[in-house]
């Protein structure tokens, strides 16, 4: 039993040569520090000797994540909006008005189309005198933007009954897939849901074993295949293997490059159908895209929704990027609502996409 004068407990992870410990750190009102080891049977290969400073463990234990804000992280889009918006209130409304609020939804990748939907009924509006002041053209603006982004369905969906939920993941490499994978385990373990994460990019070398470590990180269960192996097969082994477990939830990764694009199409075809076979549910697909390739992103969007039926989209990097507003050309165009957005690299970073939280902190 732990003393009365404990006021402070912090557990953390050491590895060794040995194998894997808890450390559990104890701090009296006395000051005084106790730190005491439990080993865990499950060793770590190649792992150099760490020294353990117990000050550090308690002070870094203590500090919880907290998820970041749209509005905290979207400043190089927002940026773009509030350097026209300045302009146009200085100057008031006239012909170079509507120049320059277009020049800035395209640098924001909004698109040509949305542009001028957007910007028409506005210059209407002035025109007839129900629009008089800059503000008023603002606001009307940000009205539009978000009933744009009004009508999606954002949920993820767990709705399987007796059998494993699955979602599937697509998109090139490089856009952030594995890491995103492993922040949704992460997150759906910590609210209570049994996790397995079924490496299907076998044609990448470091993609299982990147995914392997967020399974740990996460305790998450695991399935992989032999490198070049066949995907779909380890995508349908992942579920079979959830299925006889019992666990909840599969997430499945996918190639995002073979020797050409009608190859990978053609993969990810097989993937979605075999999975379909298998003793599960194949609730989402979601494809993951980086913000920072903007119009682009869109190009691939058209190419994955062709081949796989996406349900949604996660878009990595938003915090990087001025091309935000490409949500709105994904939506627009294509009507694939974008669920998840990615601002930051640690799993916390990864959040449920609001769109009037996005439109507001653009405006704000």
Same mark, same amino acid.
């Given at each position: 039993?732990?003393?009365?004068?404990?006021?402070?407990i912090?557990i953390?992870?050491?590895?060794?040569?040995?194998?894997?410990?808890?450390l559990?750190?104890?701090?009296?009102?006395?000051?005084?520090t106790?730190?005491?080891?439990?080993?865990?049977?499950?060793?770590?290969?190649?792992?150099?000797?760490?020294?353990?400073?117990?000050?550090?463990?308690?002070?870094?234990?203590?500090?919880v994540?907290?998820?970041?804000?749209?509005?905290?992280?979207?400043?190089?889009?927002?940026?773009?909006f509030?350097?026209?918006?300045?302009?146009?209130r200085?100057?008031?409304?006239?012909s170079?008005t509507?120049?320059?609020?277009?020049?800035?939804?395209?640098?924001?990748?909004?698109?040509?189309?949305?542009?001028?939907r957007?910007?028409?009924?506005l210059?209407?509006?002035?025109?007839?005198?129900?629009?008089?002041s800059p503000?008023e053209v603002?606001?009307?603006?940000?009205?539009?933007?978000?009933?744009?982004?009004?009508?999606s369905? =954002?949920?993820?969906?767990?709705? $399987?009954? +007796?059998?494993? /939920?699955?979602? &599937?993941? %697509?998109?090139v490499?490089g856009? *952030?897939?594995?890491?995103t994978?492993?922040k949704?385990?992460?997150?759906?373990?910590?609210?209570?849901t049994?996790?397995?994460?079924?490496?299907?990019?076998?044609?990448?070398?470091?993609a299982?074993?990147?995914?392997?470590?967020?399974?740990?990180?996460s305790g998450?269960?695991?399935?992989?295949?032999?490198?070049?192996?066949?995907p779909?097969?380890?995508?349908?082994d992942?579920?079979?293997?959830?299925?006889?477990?019992?666990i909840?939830?599969?997430?499945?990764?996918t190639?995002?490059r073979?020797?050409?694009?009608?190859?990978?199409?053609?993969?990810l075809?097989?993937? =979605?159908?075999?999975?379909d076979? $298998?003793? +599960?549910?194949? /609730?989402?697909? &979601?494809? %993951?895209i980086?913000?920072?390739t *903007?119009?682009?992103?869109?190009?691939q969007?058209?190419?994955?929704?062709?081949?796989t039926?996406?349900?949604?989209?996660?878009?990595?990097?938003?915090?990087?990027s001025?091309?935000?507003?490409?949500?709105?050309?994904i939506?627009?165009?294509?009507?694939?609502?974008?669920?998840l957005?990615?601002?930051g690299?640690?799993?916390v970073?990864l959040i449920?996409?609001?769109?009037?939280?996005?439109?507001?902190?653009?405006?704000?």
């Amino acid at each position: 039993m732990l003393a009365s004068a404990t006021t402070n407990i912090a557990i953390a992870l050491a590895a060794s040569g040995a194998g894997v410990g808890i450390l559990v750190v104890l701090r009296s009102r006395r000051n005084r520090t106790r730190v005491v080891a439990s080993p865990v049977s499950e060793t770590v290969k190649d792992t150099a000797p760490i020294e353990v400073v117990a000050e550090a463990v308690v002070e870094a234990v203590a500090e919880v994540a907290v998820a970041p804000s749209v509005r905290e992280k979207a400043g190089r889009t927002r940026s773009l909006f509030a350097s026209a918006f300045q302009s146009i209130r200085g100057r008031g409304i006239d012909s170079a008005t509507w120049d320059e609020l277009e020049e800035t939804l395209l640098l924001a990748d909004i698109g040509i189309g949305l542009a001028t939907r957007l910007i028409d009924p506005l210059r209407a509006a002035v025109k007839d005198g129900s629009l008089r002041s800059p503000d008023e053209v603002i606001a009307a603006l940000r009205d539009g933007m978000t009933a744009q982004l009004a009508t999606s369905d =954002r949920s993820l969906h767990l709705d $399987a009954v +007796g059998s494993p /939920n699955v979602w &599937l993941f %697509v998109g090139v490499n490089g856009v *952030g897939k594995t890491t995103t994978i492993g922040k949704i385990a992460t997150a759906q373990v910590a609210q209570g849901t049994t996790v397995l994460m079924a490496a299907g990019d076998t044609f990448r070398a470091a993609a299982a074993e990147q995914l392997q470590v967020w399974a740990e990180r996460s305790g998450s269960s695991f399935v992989r295949g032999a490198e070049g192996g066949d995907p779909a097969s380890v995508i349908f082994d992942g579920i079979q293997s959830a299925a006889a477990k019992g666990i909840q939830l599969v997430l499945g990764d996918t190639a995002g490059r073979l020797q050409n694009k009608s190859n990978l199409m053609e993969e990810l075809k097989k993937v =979605r159908r075999v999975a379909d076979k $298998a003793e +599960g549910v194949v /609730n989402e697909v &979601l494809l %993951v895209i980086d913000a920072t390739t *903007g119009q682009n992103g869109l190009a691939q969007a058209r190419e994955f929704a062709a081949a796989t039926d996406v349900t949604g989209i996660v878009l990595t990097k938003l915090d990087g990027s001025a091309k935000g507003g490409i949500v709105f050309a994904i939506e627009t165009e294509l009507g694939i609502p974008v669920k998840l957005v990615g601002l930051g690299e640690t799993a916390v970073d990864l959040i449920v996409f609001d769109p009037s939280e996005f439109v507001s902190a653009l405006f704000e």
